[in-house]
Nanobody
């Protein structure tokens, strides 16, 4: 099993920045994709960003392009989400997810492409 633990959430004013971290432990894989999703109150969990094993393939949802940056440090089994110029509509619980090792280029933008999930971290952006 893979355990994922997110950290770095909190309260920030609009225009501010936060950096989320997700540390993986247990049975960690090579060649797995990592992703960030978020869920606002009363809404479905939605895709935010994904990164492949090497970091050479990255996909963002349109609403965060140019503001958020996903990265990973495989030596530390950690994935990051740097969030800049944050907006009130970014308020949500943010979840880290890991896929099975489908291949070095694999990325996933759908919830069902991920097998392991963290417990989530709350991010609140005030206007």
């Amino acid at each position: 099993q893979v355990q994922l633990v997110e950290s770095g959430g909190g309260l920030v004013q609009a225009g501010g920045s936060l950096r989320l971290s997700c540390a993986a432990s247990g049975r960690t894989f090579t060649w797995n994709a990592m992703g960030w999703f978020r869920q606002a109150p009363g809404k479905e969990r939605e895709f935010v960003a994904t990164i492949n094993w090497s970091g050479g393939r990255i996909v963002y949802t349109d609403s965060v392009k140019g503001r958020f940056t996903i990265s990973r440090d495989n030596a530390k089994n950690t994935v990051y989400l740097q969030m800049n110029n944050m907006k009130p509509e970014d308020t949500a619980v943010y979840y880290c997810a890991a896929s099975k090792p489908w291949g070095p280029g694999y990325v996933g933008a759908e919830r069902n492409e991920y097998d392991y999930w963290g417990q989530g971290t709350q991010v609140t952006v005030s206007s």
